[in-house]
């Protein structure tokens, strides 16, 4: 494509008209989400029927779910948010189950077509380049794919490189309006978070390379890591955690085998001292998310520590981390993806990582996944579970281990409860 041809630049209303009733559509995800043309989108609302809408993970503004648009707008979303979690399990909207690194291909193979994308983009750079900023993810595979590309120009966007950085002429319309980024919210760390951070962190090697995302516990692992040399990240995202460690030296990429020197991520969100340090940064490379989930991808580097969560863990190993039973409530994501990917890396430390019980008190780890739970990761695939009373190691071990090994580090509350579920599944369990 010519960089050098520019879109034309018009009011959010007059992009809009391009969207016709039995398009589909899609638009980035976290702080990428275009509300400025997403309520403008809405707004046409009457003049539409059997708009078909796809994306990520997104927070805010989510009015096309909402049930007076039912017959305009549906929802197939490739993870669900809370923002559209009570739609989805009340159908009025709806959830393809697959891995993160799946999505760009179910995109671009046309299984989930594309006419329209909405996004938000950076002011141009000299060349005639825009970038998408915060969140690759999908998107670089729906532009491919769409007849029109509609684009927020957003001064807060910051300019991000690798995939990130696309020609001016591959966007149809552009429709300026400035807004702050959704700034993520950081709650202090409890004494749990940092026990389990401690027990996580205990694990990982100088050298590795980390795909950790955002939220409590995961920084708690990255506070604790200041010791540690030469890490290096490729992930699906990060946040701010990472940002002193990067300052102290202590994350420079320089063990990385791929992408050697450069923090690798295709979606991120975080709060704006994130956004200032990821602008014009080229040690930063956000890029399509066929890439930066592909386990073939992430087993090139050594010693990769995949930190992931869960809803519940049964005494197998198996992880849910998409549905309470059959209620869903977030998705797949890329939990897989890395964890296949840590498992065939040189050295890799695949882990799972949560609190022993719910806020409630109610165990997570359970004889049984609840009816209909979605396994994510499999009992093969799984080897290190960290909660705060420990950290152990089911690879290789048999049923009956994994049982002991799994109740050693519950809830004390549970761990009666789930030793009589063992010796009546297992035999022989009882430590």
Request: some cysteine; overall charge negative.
């Amino acid at each position: 494509m010519d960089s050098r041809i520019s879109p034309q630049t018009v009011t959010a209303e007059q992009a809009l008209q391009r969207v016709q009733s039995g398009d589909r559509l899609h638009w980035p995800c976290v702080a990428a989400a275009p509300e400025h043309l997403i309520r403008a989108l809405v707004a046409r609302a009457p003049e539409l029927h059997n708009v078909h809408i796809t994306h990520l993970y997104t927070e805010g503004y989510a009015d096309y779910v909402l049930s007076q648009y039912a017959g305009h707008f549906h929802l197939d979303s490739f993870f669900v948010g809370g923002n559209v979690r009570k739609a989805t399990q009340e159908g009025r909207a709806d959830y393809i189950p697959c891995s993160l690194s799946d999505t760009a291909r179910i995109i671009r193979e046309g299984i989930q077509p594309v006419d329209g994308v909405l996004l938000m983009v950076s002011e141009p750079d000299e060349e005639g380049y825009v970038s998408l900023g915060t969140s690759v993810d999908c998107t670089l595979a729906a532009i491919e794919q769409a007849r029109y590309v509609i684009a927020q120009v957003n001064r807060y966007m910051p300019f991000c490189y690798g995939d990130a950085r696309i020609p001016l002429s591959s966007i149809t319309d552009l429709v300026r309006y400035d807004v702050p980024l959704l700034e993520a919210e950081f709650p202090p760390l409890s004494e749990q978070d940092v026990a389990i951070g401690k027990r996580v962190a205990a694990l990982i090697p100088d050298g590795a390379t980390l795909q950790i995302g955002i939220g409590n516990i995961p920084n708690a692992v990255l506070a604790q890591l200041g010791d540690h040399r030469h890490l290096g990240i490729h992930s699906e995202m990060f946040s701010d955690g990472v940002l002193p460690l990067i300052e102290q030296g202590v994350i420079d990429g320089s063990r990385k085998r791929i992408d050697q020197g450069k923090h690798v991520a295709t979606f991120l969100k975080g709060t704006q001292k994130l956004y200032d340090f990821v602008h014009r940064n080229p040690d930063v490379l956000m890029q399509d998310v066929a890439y930066t989930n592909s386990p073939a991808v992430i087993a090139q580097n050594p010693k990769v520590v995949a930190l992931n969560s869960a809803i519940q863990i049964d005494l197998t190993g198996q992880v849910c981390a998409d549905s309470i039973g059959t209620r869903h409530f977030s998705g797949s994501g890329g939990q897989l993806d890395f964890m296949l990917g840590s498992v065939a890396s040189e050295g890799g430390i695949p882990v799972i990582a949560m609190p022993a019980a719910t806020a409630k008190g109610v165990s997570k780890i359970v004889p049984t996944l609840a009816e209909g739970a979605g396994v994510v990761t499999p009992r093969t695939v799984v080897h290190w579970v960290v909660t705060e009373y420990g950290a152990v190691n089911l690879f290789g071990r048999s049923m009956q281990e994994r049982a002991r090994l799994l109740i050693s580090i519950a809830h004390p509350a549970a761990r009666e409860a789930l030793e009589r579920a063992a010796q009546e599944r297992f035999g022989g369990v009882k430590s």
